[in-house]
T-cell receptor
Framework: GAVVSQHPSRVICKSGTSVKIECRSL??????MFWYRQFPKQSLMLMAT?????????EQGVEKDKFLINHASLTLSTLTVTSAHPEDSSFYICSAKAGQTYGYTFGSGTRLTVV | AQSVTQLGSHVSVSEGALVLLRCNYS??????LFWYVQYPNQGLQLLLKYTTGATLVKGINGFEAEFKKSETSFHLTKPSAHMSDAAEYFC??????????FGTGTRLQVFP
């Protein structure tokens, strides 16, 4: 089946630094990638949608200059949290969709802790 | 706009008992509906989905869900709970832009 590999699974960084999270579709081409944020014991909140080769579309209230999304190829999308602060600590999950198959495959998530 | 309501943030059952997790949706177009399971510190795994066709959908691990348009519901059931079913369950609906809109989740506890 379709697999999305997300790395790193856990990262601790100092306040003010930047962190990059990668999501790779291993056995299919992901035309669309979605990035979610999940606070403890809460649901997933969509942050942005990216299509290969074009700029990401951000949801209302999400700072595009802080959460940089790049989808340069059909198998790789990255989320960079710039100038991280403790309030950015969260669980980030990516999801990939391949064409019109209506299948969404999720990465295993990244636990970001900013100290 | 699409939305999902999951009734009951916590559900507790005994091992071997029926599992029923409720999901109601709101959609202005024919909905595509999904149930996902999430274990601690992990991503989401698809249990089952409804797109078109048969309204009773069978998924993995013995779960099934029935799409009831008249009730705008897509409840998840399993005849006999296992300890390994303890997890967080999310119902979701996709909108016309392919975004998945998630419910708030239901934590299932299974007692021996």
């Amino acid at each position: 089946g379709a697999v999305v590999s997300q790395h790193p699974s856990r990262v601790i960084c100092k306040s003010g630094t930047s962190v990059k999270i990668e999501c790779r579709s291993l056995d299919f081409q992901a035309t669309t990638m979605f990035w979610y944020r999940q606070f403890p014991k809460q649901s997933l909140m969509l942050m942005a949608t990216s299509n290969e080769g074009s700029k990401a579309t951000y949801e209302q209230g999400v700072e595009k200059d802080k959460f940089l999304i790049n989808h340069a190829s059909l198998t790789l999308s990255t989320l960079t949290v710039t100038s991280a602060h403790p309030e950015d600590s969260s669980f980030y999950i990516c999801s990939a969709k391949a064409g019109q198959t209506y299948g969404y495959t999720f990465g295993s998530g990244t636990r970001l802790t900013v100290v | 706009a699409q939305s999902v309501t999951q009734l009951g943030s916590h559900v507790s059952v005994s091992e071997g008992a029926l599992v029923l997790l409720r999901c109601n949706y709101s959609s202005s177009v024919p909905p595509y509906l999904f149930w996902y399971v999430q274990y601690p510190n992990q991503g989401l795994q698809l249990l089952l989905k409804y797109t078109t066709g048969a309204t009773l959908v069978k998924g993995i691990n013995g779960f099934e869900a029935e799409f009831k348009k008249s009730e705008t519901s897509f409840h998840l059931t399993k005849p006999s709970a296992h300890m390994s079913d303890a997890a967080e369950y999310f119902c979701a609906v996709s909108d016309s832009t392919d975004k998945l809109i998630f419910g708030t989740g239901t934590r299932l506890q299974v007692f021996p």
